[in-house]
């Protein structure tokens, strides 16, 4: 099935494979920690081909630790960090940041804030300089803030007109019930509206601290220089640990639950969801050779050959997990016609039993093994990609031998390991179901879907 396809990927790959690992091994050879006096953990992948620099920060602190009544508090904080810090107002702070061409941005995921600072090498001091104003003088001005509930609440409520946006939405309510992991993490309107300043204040108080912290940088910078840098930038960091407790364990439900969302669109908008894995699962690397057989392989997956190859009921369909630290989700995503919805929703059944009840072949199993070593490299190609790679590598606590063991772990996944992964994350009956579009779909989760 697909065979071909997987083979001349694999042949591709591998044709530069063995010189990229070369080149990457050099570069794990030149890979330094330290930790500032604050506690946080600095993490240096050297490499002065090119005069750049890019810095990834992680905290603990991300929305499962919102208010229950306010879900965004973690995004609005994310989103207020490069709103002006020290002396500068946000005008100012955005103009110094503009005229060096330094890029200094955060996000907000379940888990994490997340820091992303991309800079040249000669502009280095400008840089760590308004970093670390931003984690420990931040200026949070009440005209920015308000500024940013105007544009976010504007940006959510013209969301609403998109499908995949509201099935998502949806979906991670009936996965996670009233676990943290259900909380939107960008909020909704109204939650959004309740959100205070001081909510802000207290959010970056408790999660930008030493202890935990999680710092990634790659590229044109020596160990003598980071050193220095973090010794003078951040001194004023709050080396007390972190507010913030480890996040509970989801558990599966027993049932899954289906529900429609009605929009008058020529197409349905599908979405599947279960609890699947942490990252520090032992059927981590099971899970990812299942999910590429399934619908992570693009053309190459069993979903897309019985959708779309096969049938054309769709033009792409993909499955994804995501391994967070209190076991994220995996989901199938699609959009099909109105008419073809409960037959795509019955052909992924279909799929889900079958990876659960029949081992996979051992030449498809190769041939995914082959694709997925041999593409590898393509994660940790640009400096960008090795900051982030390294900044959760460290922060989920992976160890510094993750990025070597990965292809041989791949490797030593057996038909009797995906079959194991496949009976315990695929069961049917609790897989959630959201479907968004003019029609119910008369089969979902084998029972009929509720509006």
Do not use: C
Request: proline share 5%.
């Amino acid at each position: 099935m697909n065979r071909r396809r997987w083979q001349w990927v694999g042949l591709l790959l591998s044709l530069w494979i063995m010189g990229f690992q070369l080149a990457l091994a050099t570069e794990r050879d030149k890979i330094r920690q330290f930790s500032t006096t604050a506690g946080a953990g600095v993490i240096l992948i050297e490499n002065h081909v090119n005069p750049m620099v890019e810095v990834r920060i992680l905290v603990r602190g991300g929305s499962a630790y919102d208010p229950s009544d306010r879900a965004g508090v973690a995004y609005m904080t994310a989103w207020m960090f490069n709103e002006g810090a020290g002396e500068l107002n946000s005008t100012t702070f955005q103009e110094r940041l503009h005229y060096y061409g330094i890029s200094l941005a955060a996000n907000a995921h379940q888990d994490t804030l997340e820091i992303s600072m991309t800079t040249l090498s000669e502009h280095l001091e400008e840089a760590w300089t308004r970093l670390g104003e931003s984690l420990t003088q931040p200026r949070l001005d009440p005209v920015d803030f308000q500024r940013g509930v105007r544009e976010r609440v504007a940006e959510l409520m013209k969301s609403e007109e998109e499908p995949a946006f509201r099935a998502g939405r949806a979906l991670y309510p009936l996965i996670y019930g009233d676990h943290p992991y259900a909380r939107p993490v960008n909020g909704n309107p109204e939650s959004i509206q309740k959100i205070t300043l001081a909510d802000i204040r207290r959010h970056h108080i408790a999660a930008f601290r030493g202890p935990g912290m999680v710092i990634a940088v790659a590229g044109d910078v020596t160990l003598e220089k980071l050193q220095e840098l973090t010794t003078r930038h951040l001194a004023k960091l709050n080396p007390l640990p972190g507010q913030f407790p480890p996040i509970p364990q989801a558990v599966t439900g027993k049932k899954g639950v289906a529900h429609h969302i009605e929009m008058d669109l020529p197409q349905t908008t599908l979405r599947l969801g279960v609890v699947g894995i942490s990252r520090d699962d032992p059927d981590f690397y099971a899970m990812t050779v299942m999910n590429q057989i399934l619908g992570g392989g693009g053309l190459t997956s069993r979903l897309t050959n019985s959708i779309r190859e096969q049938r054309g009921l769709a033009y792409g369909i993909f499955s994804h997990f995501s391994p967070l630290s209190g076991r994220g989700p995996f989901q199938i995503s699609t959009e099909t016609k109105t008419e073809s919805a409960s037959e795509a929703l019955s052909l992924i059944r279909q799929e889900l039993t079958q990876l659960t009840r029949e081992r996979v072949g051992e030449e498809e199993l190769r041939d995914v093994k082959r694709y997925l070593t041999g593409s590898f490299p393509l994660q940790l190609d640009g400096l960008d990609k090795l900051a982030e790679s390294w900044s959760r590598i460290v922060f989920y606590q992976r160890g510094l031998d993750y990025l070597d063991k990965w292809p041989e772990r791949i490797r030593a996944v057996t038909q009797k390991d995906v079959q194991r992964v496949s009976r315990r994350i695929l069961e049917i009956k609790r897989f959630n179901v959201v479907t968004v579009g003019k029609q119910k779909p008369e089969l979902a989760n084998g029972d009929d879907i509720r509006p």
